[in-house]
């Protein structure tokens, strides 16, 4: 199961995006199985994108707790 696909949320997505949701307007491939090779393209795209948005937030947080690791020390220096 993905999320709803919307192309503004999944930009790296898009073209895939399009594949599938034109596979799925022939209701003959989407129920027989037809469509699967795009939704696996699909969804090796999105674990793509959310791995990297993913490893993004994780260096973010490692900043925000390196800056205030760094503010506590020199609070603790002051005191």
Same mark, same amino acid.
């Given at each position: 199961?993905? /999320? /709803?696909?919307?192309i503004?949320?999944? /930009?790296?997505c898009e073209e895939?995006i399009h @594949?599938?949701e034109?596979?799925?307007? %022939?209701?003959?491939? @989407?129920?027989?199985?037809g469509?699967n %090779?795009?939704?696996?393209?699909?969804?090796?795209c999105?674990?793509?994108e959310r791995?990297q +948005?993913?490893?993004? +937030?994780?260096?973010?947080?490692? %900043?925000?707790?390196?800056?205030?690791k760094? @503010?506590?020390?020199?609070?603790?220096? +002051?005191?």
């Open positions: 199961m993905h /999320p /709803p696909l919307t503004h949320r999944h /930009p790296g895939i @594949k599938l034109a596979c799925h307007k %022939d209701w003959v491939k @989407k129920f027989s199985g469509c %090779d795009y939704k696996q393209e699909l969804t090796l999105l674990r793509a791995l +948005n993913q490893k993004a +937030n994780q260096a973010q947080v490692a %900043d925000k707790k390196r800056r205030v760094e @503010k506590w020390a020199e609070i603790e220096e +002051n005191s």
